[in-house]
């Protein structure tokens, strides 16, 4: 049995009212957060590479890693999610994904090895997105469903340009710290991973201090019947999925296409520094990817109105598919790794917003949570068929640009899926 604290429930709030604070204090954690997700972007994968020996192979090595990362996610997550619906456990599993994702951030500053400084990376980023997965189900907690799209896409935005400044401090320590402290640019480069831990806790403790959990199972006594009734549960979700041919072909869709645009994210740095491109362009072509990422999803989610959510999410599809014809076959130097960042940027925020909202139109609003539980589970394990493709056509061809062309098997399934689905928005 459901049931909602009388004591917590917000306040009526208009729809174009400014921010609560405790909305406010829940849309930081992602400015604390996606300081870890740039610097694994950007600067993990190059430091990686330096620890590797000479015959070895960034690009399949860094792929593999996502996916026991991914691969550990999906398989936890169901589960989890489902216990965190108990009175008090959604903040203890926030707490410990949370803490392990900082501890394990702190701990990539020892001196490591390659393979153990990769499996402690790996904690990191399952610490990362098991936090982020009861993160977003704090949403609900913290504001009111009418403002829910507003406090989100505030959170996005955030994230976006919050991120980028303990990332321009890290750089300019990695750059300038040899010359300005005497410093190696080895230990310059393990103090960003200290400095970006202590920006994650610096803004996570509003969330901590502020979270109070509003819609909960009743008491403890439940927990058994949680993980009892998980599986289940899912079972009964899928089904409905199943009689909606619409909703499943589109998620079929996005679970291929938002797998390779995941799949982009993550292994862009590491493709760059694998066709040798120096380290200083590919931090600062990341860094504008940031910038640009922002006002061009506010500048789809306007198109969309225009055009419509499914032929905005279809283009964007079609654009990431010239993006990995361009990176597997052009990209040889600096200026095009520029010009892949900003392209990348283009069209990163616009399929990830359009692609919630459009979701949200076409599944049964009485049932919004189980459905969202499906789409979340898609959206944080995606990457897990994409950068084994890439880590094995690379392994097997000895080729990164093979390795990295195989995205593009994701992204025509999804084409195929999307035209082939009708679109129930336009009926």
């Known amino acids: 049995m459901y049931m909602t604290d009388p004591t917590n429930v917000h306040e009526p709030v ?4 400014k921010l609560t604070a405790r909305e406010k204090k829940w849309i930081i954690y992602d400015v604390g957060n996606s300081a870890f997700v740039l610097l694994s972007t950007a600067v993990i994968p190059i430091y990686a590479k330096s620890l590797m020996p000479a015959d070895g192979n960034i690009v399949s090595a860094w792929g593999y890693a996502q996916t026991i990362a991914s691969l550990v996610i999906a398989l936890l997550m169901p589960l989890l999610g489902s216990i965190a619906d108990v009175q008090g456990m959604k903040i203890k599993f926030f707490l410990g994904f949370f803490g392990t994702g900082v501890v394990t951030c702190c701990a990539m500053a020892l001196p490591l090895t390659w393979l153990p400084f990769l499996v402690v990376y790996i904690l990191a980023t399952i610490g990362l997105n098991g936090s982020l997965t ?3 189900s704090m949403l609900i907690d913290a504001t009111s469903n009418e403002r829910m799209d507003k406090v989100s896409s505030h959170g996005y935005g955030w994230g976006y340009i919050g991120s980028t400044v303990p990332f321009i401090f890290c750089i300019a320590l990695i750059f300038g710290g040899p010359s300005l402290f005497d410093w190696s640019t080895v230990a310059c480069t393990r103090a960003s991973f200290i400095i970006t831990a202590i920006w994650w806790v610096a803004f996570t403790i509003p969330l901590l201090t502020s979270y109070r959990q509003v819609h909960y199972r009743a008491t403890r006594d439940q927990l058994g019947s949680a993980v009892r009734g998980t599986f289940s549960e899912l079972a009964g979700t899928f089904g409905k999925i199943v009689k909606n041919k619409p909703l499943w072909m589109f998620m079929i869709a996005f679970f291929f296409y938002i797998d390779a645009v995941n799949t982009v994210i993550s292994m862009s740095t590491s493709y760059g520094a694998e066709l040798g491109i120096d380290s200083t362009q590919l931090v600062v072509a990341l860094l504008v990817t940031q910038f640009v990422a922002f006002p061009c999803a506010i500048l789809y989610g306007r198109l969309a109105g225009r055009f419509g959510c499914k032929v905005m999410i279809t283009a964007a599809v079609v654009a990431y598919m010239c993006i990995v014809f361009f990176a597997a076959f052009f990209l040889k130097s600096a200026v095009e790794f520029w010009i892949l960042a900003i392209l990348v940027g283009m069209f990163q925020g616009g399929i ?24 979340d589970i898609f959206g944080k394990t995606a990457s897990i068929i994409g950068t084994f493709l890439v880590a094995t056509t690379t392994s097997l ?3 990164a640009s093979l390795g990295v062309l195989s995205i593009a098997v994701l992204l025509v399934a999804a084409l195929v899926f999307l035209l082939l689905q009708k679109d129930p928005t336009r009926e």
């Open 397 to 399: 061809t000895g080729n």
């Open 14 to 17: 208009p729809q174009s009212a």
């Open 352 to 375: 990830q917003a359009l692609s919630r909202s459009y979701y949200g139109k076409i599944i049964p609003k009485d049932h919004a949570n189980e459905y969202y539980g499906f789409y």
């Open 134 to 136: 009861f993160y977003d």
